[in-house]
């Protein structure tokens, strides 16, 4: 279920924007690795004891998506690597069904251990975990927070129900580490495997993903925003500036052309789903 640009493009909103935040992509990768070399060699709760390697989580250090799910399987277990398994092999084909790469987002869990025989882990657990998710989130600073099933689920939206918030965003808690995210939920992949159903209703769910990432960005604080919208210098410079070396253009061409990150902002309206759409999946 590929989603076609009218425009040709990859996708109308890509996850990955530059330049981002205080930290440059080279220090925001330094300190992701520093995490994960500390999660490695973790023993702040007893999964330490029963884990073959530690998976901290893995992606682009310059995303604005980041997508969190419960703890390894076994597959994460042996690798050291996030979502690598069956869930992994059907995560990864929902990400390019919206035009993404999974390279160009971040991936990662509540817990970075494995819970022996795949049992749910533990509140303790969780919370000796939280703040390793917490400062990748900080060193991050995603505007969308993907959850993947019901134990990110609660850190994101606490108290909320997967059944009536899928395929739905809001305000990620603050107290989860990405203090101006929001947050989108969807089921867990595995649970596809479960339930013929919930395949397709992750499958929609994730096409909702791209318009929740363009609204989260337009709530951002806009301290955050400037970088993004600034104009070229070229806009304002009048051609007479001493550090103007070209020859100005002649008239033909008034606007130069300007990136912007998010000029296909308005061309896609936020879709949110309707009732009716959701009840299907209720
Ligand atoms: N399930 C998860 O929640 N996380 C993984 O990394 C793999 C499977
Ligand atoms: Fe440390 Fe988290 Fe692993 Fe527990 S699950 S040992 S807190 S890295």
């Known amino acids: 279920m590929a989603i076609e640009q009218s425009d040709g493009s990859r996708t109308g909103t890509p996850p990955v924007a530059q330049p981002r935040g205080s930290l440059d992509p080279e220090e925001r990768r330094a300190a992701l690795d520093e995490i994960a070399a500390e999660v490695r060699v973790c023993t702040r709760c007893r999964l330490w004891e029963t884990r073959t390697n530690a998976v901290p989580g893995e992606g682009h250090a310059d995303t604005e998506v980041v997508f969190v799910g419960e703890g390894p399987g076994q597959n994460e277990d042996v690798q050291g690597r996030p979502f690598v398994g069956a869930a992994g092999t059907f995560l990864t084909e929902l990400v390019r069904s919206v035009g993404w790469r999974r390279e160009e987002v971040f991936i990662t869990n509540v817990v970075k251990c494995r819970p022996p025989g795949n049992r749910d882990p533990e509140p303790d657990e969780m919370s000796s975990c939280a ?95 400037p970088e993004r919208m600034k104009p070229e210098p070229a806009t304002h410079v009048p051609a007479t500036a ?38 299907l999946f209720r």
């Open 242 to 279: 001493d550090h103007v070396t070209r020859t100005p253009e002649p008239l033909e061409n008034p606007v130069p052309e300007t990136p912007r990150k998010d000029a296909h902002a308005t061309a896609s309206p936020i879709t949110e789903m309707s009732d009716d759409q959701m009840s």
């Open 131 to 225: 703040p390793y998710l917490k400062r990748q989130l900080a060193v991050l600073d995603p505007a969308l927070v993907v959850t993947l099933g019901r134990f990110s689920l609660q850190t994101f939206m606490p108290g909320a129900r997967i059944g009536a918030v899928h395929g739905t965003v809001r305000a990620a808690e603050p107290t989860a580490g990405a203090a101006h995210a929001h947050a989108y939920a969807m089921y867990h992949p595995a649970a596809a495997f479960r339930q013929q159903a919930l395949r397709e209703t992750l499958q929609v769910d994730v096409t909702g993903i791209p318009a929740a990432l363009e609204s989260a960005r337009r709530a951002r604080p806009s301290e955050q925003a």
